[in-house]
């Protein structure tokens, strides 16, 4: 089975390029299952119920998302099981971390996680796998983890190595080039990368970014109006042993 795992959607570009581009990309690389991480996929960032309509519409799956969940607080939309939200986020909190979803000759399981090195004090995310595990009764997992630091994200791989089928960095928007196969079984990189506008600073217009770090004071940033890029990864996933045999990493113009 074939994994298309797509790094962060950015605004409308980000939208746009896989309304265009994703049933080619399926078609080539012969796609069987699309998890993309939707948490800015709204203009301006967030995740709206259009938003999301629109990548469920054009192809994807399984949605997941980070520490801008709840930015636009249309939390409804959490309540559909192919929407993901960290799973360490604190008990009672609306919507569900992980998903085990049904595809006839097997099953996989999503499991969202976010990490706390620099981010908001959720739970432990290392406890939290560990929980969620004991519950997940398929050999096949992937774990978006939405995290900082390299460090942190680099911990969790390792620790999972050989317990599930991948560990897929977010949130950073730069594709990291150590893609590998952890233990012979865990498919493994630091950031899967940005899909939106390629010339930007995380998607957003350079001269806002450069303004903000420049001068301290408050800036309203806008999307950039760049020709926008995708970036992710293929996972060819051995179904049988959850085993992650060849990770693929993509950049598409």
Request: glycine residues 10%.
């Amino acid at each position: 089975m074939n994994l298309l795992f797509i790094g962060d959607v950015v605004g409308r570009s980000g939208c746009d390029f896989i309304r265009k581009n994703l049933y080619r990309i399926k078609k080539e690389y012969e796609i069987d299952i699309t998890v993309a991480n939707g948490e800015n996929s709204a203009q301006g960032n967030g995740i709206t119920r259009a938003s999301a309509d629109e990548l469920t519409g054009c192809g994807i799956d399984i949605i997941t998302t980070g520490n801008h969940a709840f930015r636009r607080r249309e939390t409804e939309i959490f309540e559909k099981e192919n929407i993901l939200r960290p799973a360490n986020y604190p008990d009672g909190c609306i919507g569900r971390g992980y998903g085990i979803y049904d595809f006839g000759r097997y099953s996989i399981a999503v499991v969202n996680l976010m990490g706390t090195a620099f981010m908001e004090a959720l739970d432990n995310p290392f406890s939290c796998i560990d929980e969620i595990l004991n519950e997940i009764d398929t050999p096949n997992i992937i774990v978006d983890f939405h995290a900082e630091a390299t460090s942190e994200k680099k911990a969790m791989g390792h620790y999972l190595a050989g317990r599930v089928t991948a560990v897929l960095g977010t949130h950073t928007h730069v594709q990291t080039a150590d893609e590998t196969i952890l233990g012979n079984h865990t498919g493994y990189i630091t950031d899967a990368g940005m899909t939106g506008p390629e010339l930007s600073v995380l998607g957003i217009r350079a001269e806002d970014a450069i303004a903000k770090q420049k001068y301290k004071t408050p800036v309203s940033f806008t999307e950039s109006e760049n020709p926008a890029f995708l970036n992710g990864v293929v996972l060819q996933i051995d179904t049988k042993l959850g085993i992650c045999t060849k990770i693929t990493r993509l950049i598409i113009r």
